[in-house]
C-alpha cells in the first residue's frame, strides 16, 4: 500500500507560479513512476504529467508543455510540479497517483495509476 499526500496548492493570480508537492510513504513507494492530474469543476480528471522512477523521462498534457514541471526526489519519496505562467484554465483540484508498476513506460490514462492522493485546489484568477 502506498500512502500520498499532495500540500503547495492555493489562490493566485493569473501569471503566478506554484509549486505543489506530493509526499509519498508506504512499502516500495520510491518504485513508482508518478503522475500528476487535474480535474476542473463539471469535468473529467484529465493527465498533466508524469515522470518515471529515475526521473530521466518526463511526460506532459500539451496543455502545460512549456510551463509545468515535474520532477522528483526519491531519498525524500516526493514528486514536485512547479507551475509557472499559471492561467485561469488551471483552476483544478491537483491529484498525486502512482502508476501501476506492471505498466512499462509511462502512461495518461488515470486507470493505469494504482494510488492517488487526495488532491490540492488550484484556483487562478484573471
Known amino acids: 500500500q502506498v500512502q500520498l499526500v499532495e500540500s503547495g496548492g492555493g489562490s493566485v493570480q493569473a501569471g503566478a507560479s506554484l509549486t505543489l508537492s506530493c509526499a509519498a510513504s508506504?512499502?516500495?513507494?520510491?518504485?513508482?513512476?508518478m503522475g500528476w492530474f487535474r480535474q476542473a469543476p463539471g469535468k473529467e480528471r484529465e493527465f498533466v504529467a508524469a515522470?518515471?522512477?529515475?526521473?530521466?523521462?518526463?511526460l506532459y498534457a500539451d496543455s502545460v508543455k512549456g510551463r509545468f514541471t515535474i520532477s522528483r526526489d526519491n531519498a525524500k519519496i516526493t514528486v514536485y510540479l512547479q507551475m509557472n505562467s499559471l492561467k485561469p484554465e488551471d483552476t483544478a483540484v491537483y491529484y498525486c497517483?502512482?502508476?501501476?508498476?506492471?505498466?512499462?513506460?509511462?502512461?495518461?490514462?488515470?486507470?493505469?495509476?494504482?494510488?492517488w492522493g487526495q488532491g490540492t485546489q488550484v484556483t487562478v484568477s484573471s
Open positions: 515522470i518515471i522512477r529515475s526521473g530521466s523521462a518526463t
Open positions: 497517483a502512482a502508476q501501476n508498476p506492471g505498466i512499462v513506460g509511462l502512461t495518461t490514462a488515470s486507470p493505469t495509476y494504482r494510488y
Open positions: 508506504g512499502r516500495t513507494s520510491s518504485s513508482y513512476a
